[in-house]
């Protein structure tokens, strides 16, 4: 197994915190792909967070009520060897910059 943390997300509008208002998960959970982790909420609004991948919750980031800020772990999960991967966002893609296109090969057995 290993761990893989999911970050505090940007929440737009130059938000660089959030309150946990409720957990809807704890630890040893096991959750699935777009269930909801936690509500949180911005000077803005309060809103859901939904989990970018399955597994088991391994750690809770923040206790409800406390701030976290964005980038910094908001819950961290046990995952499946070869399931780790990245989570995050594609970044933007800048039309002005030429786009360079690459072909992956799984390896060759010997």
Request: no cysteine; net charge negative.
């Amino acid at each position: 197994m290993a761990e893989q943390s999911f970050p505090l997300p940007d929440l737009g509008e130059g938000l660089e915190d959030a309150v946990i208002l409720e957990w809807h998960v704890g630890v040893g959970d096991l959750v699935e792909r777009n269930d909801v982790l936690v509500e949180v909420e911005t000077t803005k609004s309060a809103l859901e967070l939904p989990s970018p991948l399955s597994g088991v919750v391994s750690r809770l980031g923040a206790e409800e009520g406390e701030t976290v800020r964005v980038g910094d772990a908001l819950i961290t999960f046990e995952v499946p060897e070869e399931s780790a991967g990245i989570v995050g966002r594609v970044p933007a893609v800048d039309a002005d910059v030429p786009v360079k296109r690459v072909t992956l090969r799984p390896p060759e057995d010997d």
